[in-house]
């Protein structure tokens, strides 16, 4: 080959790579994404009336469309995270914040974290009962205390601190769920008449609500985005598990196992079974799969959810976002309430598996 | 070649493959090994007396040889870490347990974990105060319990339903600490008469203590051990840190964390700025690191803790045992008190860089 040819061919590498540069880069502004999560389990449809199902998915498209409209704007992933997840938190629909479900003690104890992939700060509560919403509480330690994870009334007064809105118990109180607690309260309440109609209607409501539509086990929320600077967020809240042994605490507030986020690789919030999750680190887990192994975000989320936490009896799922913002929502159980956002602006939410 | 040439060539590499694999079991049945750690920190030599430091290398002895004698007795690699765990609790050298610090509030706040690599079944509890042996009772919430991680009185009240020891909170006074307590409690407390003689001494003392020494700061204890069947087994025990923000909780609790165990890999338990331990998922990374990219356990405790760790500026350590036997000590602080036994039943032990 003469010089000459040689030469333009160099020239055509060069111009092509340049365009490809270009073309990432037009792509990599575009890439603004958001996914949610309002909880996994056994949620069948021949549970569901058609009015309820449009509830969720209502509120499920709110949530999107809010933190959507921060990243179109040229908003960060973070207030986009905080913002979704708030939304859900405000709706009694889901087990976080005014939905939390109550402890065996007639308690509320929730649990939330926040994570930010471009510095890997993080910031998580545990055990928290009169915040108004825990993830603004988990984003104000990452962000004004020198701690990544706070603990009860120690988490609670420092929210107040930092002005954080704070509600009385009653806030949290919504009737179905106390029926649910008082129902299985009762159950160990030899005081309790056990013959009185109402009590064993009571029962029979929350024998439905929790064995054929497990959506108030499992009802955790959460939010990953990536925003216009590639800088990724993900965020977890929950109202933990009813009638759950006091104390117990959850994969939510564990950087790790239930929230993570790294620029490098993706942004994974989880939900289910949280003891199966904190025991396969699970959010790390999918981040290190990538890093380590180069596999995609879709085929780590697949050995994780799918092989790994099936092995040891776990259940639930992730929603989760990668660097150059695609996304997956991945569960092993009969469905999950989920949606996600792009670039194109459409709001796509599901609750079965398939895109129903 | 001829097919009798191949078939002596063929029974030669079956009796030498046959040698190799006995050859192995029989050094996997000699591979159990303990290892354990006191916190790691500013500890310097020049701040050290020939007394204290004998006090601090007599009980890691203690502690491992305890732990060892399990191990050679045949025993599980369980028994043997919650034993030499609990013998650094019980003394007031160490912050966890007995000699656990106190927070601004002036109370203990304890947490620890404990994990089996086995089964990967785990056990935590945090914030909890009057319990003797945070320890055992994150190994009852691993055995006892459907539940990883127990939190505050939740988890006080489980460990006394597993009759656990509890104890009077006078029981973790110790005057120095007590003293240390003082002095910055008095620092936020106008009432306090700070042109005392003692106040200014007790001071002085607290200042030397926390910064020329920061044992008392990162005074985390853990261990672990890899018995004879193979089994990995990992634990980690904390008083916190001192006038900590009350409700903060460190890595010590949290699985993947603070602690880490997997017979595939290695079991790791880390001490040091929690904060950072957290977000680098520490303990978990080493073994992600062990398990994705093949690397050896020091490889990749050296990656983790010289490279990862100090890049976002957190200090501390790690102890780990792989699946071989093999074990790593390795910190990016001035000391880590520490100590090793293998079956050749000599216990080692260390405190400052080097093998002093």
Redesign the interface.
Known sequence: MSGKRIFIIFVIVLISNLLATAQNQQKDMDRFTIVIHGGAGTILKKNMTPEKELEYKNKLKEALTAGYSILANGGNSIDAVETAIKIMEDSPLFNAGKGAVFTNEGKNEMDASI?EGKT???GSV??VNTIKNPISAARMVMEK???????????V??AKEQNLEIVDSAYFYDEKRWLQWQNIKGSNDLELDHSDDRAENNRKEFDAEFSDDGDRKFGTVGAVAIDKNGDIAAGTSTGGMTNK??????DSP????GT?ANNKTCGVSCTGH??YF????VA??IS??ME??NLTLQEAADIVIHKKLKE?GGSGGIIAVDSHGNFSLTFNTEGMYRGSMTKEGKPIVSIYKGND
Do not use: C, Q, T, W
């Not at 205390?145 to 988490?155: I, K, L, R, T």
């Not at 564990?254 to 196992?257: D, K, R, V, W």
């Not at 904190?278 to 680190?281: A, C, E, G």
């Open positions: 994570m890997l700060n993080a545990a055990m205390s020198p701690h990544v994870m706070m603990v009860g009334e120690g988490a007064k420092f042994m006091y104390g117990r605490a959850g564990i950087i790790g196992a993570y949280g003891e904190i025991r396969k680190v790390y887990d290190a799969l380590y192994k040891i």
